[in-house]
């Protein structure tokens, strides 16, 4: 039973997130929580009753309304998160934090004149995030901090939504090849509209473009031919340009040549395990030895890498998660991102989510932080999305000063990003304002193909 006080129902959604931490544990019957708050002139009492034990807290009300909100919204997500959590007798690695990206809470910490040695105690004290995590996100910021923003800068994102095959935790808008192939030249040549009509744009509003990311689905699904259309449009100059080649089996000598000789800068090249069971369980027709050979293949042209593995795939124990990573960081690749499975309701993998409960995620996401640690990597992004396996996290470590700018500029929401292509997103920034307005594309391919001018206008109007 849950009941909430009329003006308080704003909250409703954060409330229920909160509840949705302890999904595996809450039991609507056996909870009885109130939340009502009080005023008394100058403060407000918030108080949240779980079965009759009592949770308050007094705080100040403030002038700014934006600000008010916010503090009402935190203070009745923790005071519900401390509820449930002496109920349950359990803590999470992310205490009341519920959102995406926990970087922003340390961001506007910074904003308000808090040092950053003193973020961590405030995160553990304030929202009970734990000692380990507090201190990760403070790592992850500071080395963010190293990305400088201008602003007649903006990124540019192309967006390829075809794959080989559809992997079984996949929840992203992506059509299989077999299914869409018939539509991938018309897909192509509206593309390239789109991409030309945005570069006239860019051009007229005096803008330039930093980073540019071609990602999917999985981009060198296209032939060589239809990657080097495409990229023959990119005539502008860039600092950093990534191509995501995921699944090793799209990866061919000649494309390779094609992104090398379109200057590509990075690509990702993504076992997710080297467990070849594992890959045949989660839809990836592909091997160990398959990303092996195109590994190896792609070194042999220069470009920073990228490699993402997975914590949490179903039947995978600690050990073999463990193998998985020694076996990457003795290729090493400039970059490393630790994914944590999120069993999403668009994945085949939600039908045997049963399966996936016993997996030993804390060790393994431990052990990546450790591991990758001890051989010279940082993290430097940082993001969250819900149903993921013991409520962790996907993080990219870097070697060196390989930092992949668009990635920390399009996660932190830092940098306008002009998007083509089928369910592409994208996003100005209005930085002095705190304020951010989205234009995304139609997500399948064949109604993007038919209102492709209707697409173009979206975004000539979004940069007025």
């Known amino acids: 039973m849950l009941k909430i006080q009329e ?17 595996q544990y809450y039991n609507d019957d056996e909870c009885k929580i109130e939340i009502q708050c009080k005023n008394t002139g100058k403060f407000r009492i918030i108080d949240i009753v779980l079965n009759n034990i009592s949770y308050n807290e007094e705080i100040e009300i403030l002038d700014q309304i934006l600000k008010d909100k916010r503090l009402i919204k935190r203070t009745i997500k923790f005071l519900l998160y401390k509820a449930l959590s ?28 808090i040092k950053m040695e003193e973020i961590p105690y405030l995160l553990n004290q304030d929202f009970a995030v734990s000692k380990e995590k507090a201190n990760l996100i403070c790592e992850v910021v500071k080395n963010q901090l190293e990305v400088k923003l201008k602003d007649e800068e903006v990124d540019f994102y192309i967006n390829i939504p075809i794959c080989p095959t559809r992997c079984s935790y996949c929840s992203f808008i ?46 060198t699904t296209l032939t060589s031919e239809q990657l080097n259309m495409i990229l023959s449009t990119i005539d502008f100059p860039f600092k950093e340009f990534t191509v995501e080649c995921g ?71 600690f050990e073999d998660f463990k193998l998985t990573l020694d076996k990457i960081i003795e290729l090493n690749p400039n970059n490393i991102t630790i ?46 999305q819900k149903n993921m396996l013991g409520l962790y996290e996907n993080v990219g470590y870097f070697k ?6 668009f990635n920390v500029e399009s996660m932190e929401e830092k940098m306008s990003i002009i998007a083509c292509g089928a369910g592409a997103i994208s996003k100005r920034i209005f930085r002095d304002e705190s304020r951010i307005e989205r234009c995304a594309n139609v997500k399948q391919i064949t109604d993007y193909i038919v209102r492709i001018d209707e697409m173009i206008e979206r975004k000539i109007d979004l940069f007025n």
């Not at 003006?7 to 999904?23: G, R, S, T, W």
């Open 174 to 219: 992506s059509s299989e090849y077999e299914r869409c192939k018939k539509y991938i030249d018309d897909y192509v040549l509206s593309l390239i509209k789109e991409i030309n009509t945005m570069k006239e744009m860019i051009k007229a509003k005096g803008l330039r473009i930093k980073n540019i990311y071609m990602g999917g689905g999985t981009p």
């Open 339 to 384: 994914h944590t499975l999120a069993v999403k309701r668009a994945s085949v993998l939600i039908q045997n989510i049963e399966n996936l409960k016993d997996n030993f995620i804390q060790n393994m996401v431990e052990y990546a932080y450790d591991k990758l640690k001890e051989n010279y990597y940082k993290p430097y992004y940082l993001y969250r």
């Open 400 to 405: 060196g000063s390989d930092i992949c700018e």
């Open 7 to 23: 003006d308080l129902l704003i909250y409703e959604n954060d409330i229920n997130d909160v509840i949705h931490i302890f999904a």
């Open 247 to 317: 699944r090793p089996d799209t990866i061919t000598k000649d494309k390779l040549e094609v992104l090398k000789n379109h200057n590509i800068t990075r690509i990702s090249i993504n076992p997710q395990t080297l467990n070849d069971k594992t890959l045949e369980i989660i839809g990836r027709k592909h091997t160990s030895e398959d990303f092996y050979n195109k590994y190896n293949l792609a070194k042999n042209y220069d470009f920073t890498i990228n490699t993402d593995l997975i914590a949490g795939l179903p039947n995978e124990t």
């Open 86 to 113: 002496e109920f349950y007798n359990i803590s999470m690695p992310w205490g009341s934090l519920t959102g995406v990206r926990p970087s922003k809470l340390v961001y506007d910490m910074l904003d308000d004149g």
